[in-house]
Nanobody
Framework: QVQLEESGGGLVQAGGSLRLSCAAS????????GGWFRQAPGKEREFVAA????????RIADSVKGRFTISRDKSKNTVYLQMNSLKPEDTAVYYC???????????????WGQGTQVTVSS
């Protein structure tokens, strides 16, 4: 079983950038596909981005396409979410997830982190 821990959240002004990190322990993260979801107050959790187990493929939600990118560093057992041109509507708790799947077409997490708060001020 893999344990996940997010970091890198915080308060940023609109137009700014943040990079979230998701560090895995217990297992090699590259054995799993990885992804990010977010949940804003009063809203359902929504998919943000996913990356295949060996980093060969990614999928980005339309709402953040062109602004967010997902990557992974096998040597650091970490998946990243680079967020640029942030908007107030990006404010949410961001959750990292890992899944025992090859395809990320319908990525759903099997393992979850605790979440990290991202707040974008206008």
């Amino acid at each position: 079983q893999v344990q996940l821990e997010e970091s890198g959240g915080g308060l940023v002004q609109a137009g700014g950038s943040l990079r979230l990190s998701c560090a895995a322990s217990g297992r090699t993260f590259s054995d799993y596909s990885g992804g990010w979801f977010r949940q804003a107050p009063g809203k359902e959790r929504e998919f943000v981005a996913a990356i295949t187990a060996y980093g060969g493929g990614t999928r980005i939600a339309d709402s953040v396409k062109g602004r967010f990118t997902i990557s992974r560093d096998k040597s650091k057992n970490t998946v990243y979410l680079q967020m640029n041109s942030l908007k107030p509507e990006d404010t949410a708790v961001y959750y990292c997830a890992a899944a025992n799947t090859v395809s990320i077409r319908f990525f759903k997490g099997d393992y979850w982190g605790q979440g990290t708060q991202v707040t974008v001020s206008s």
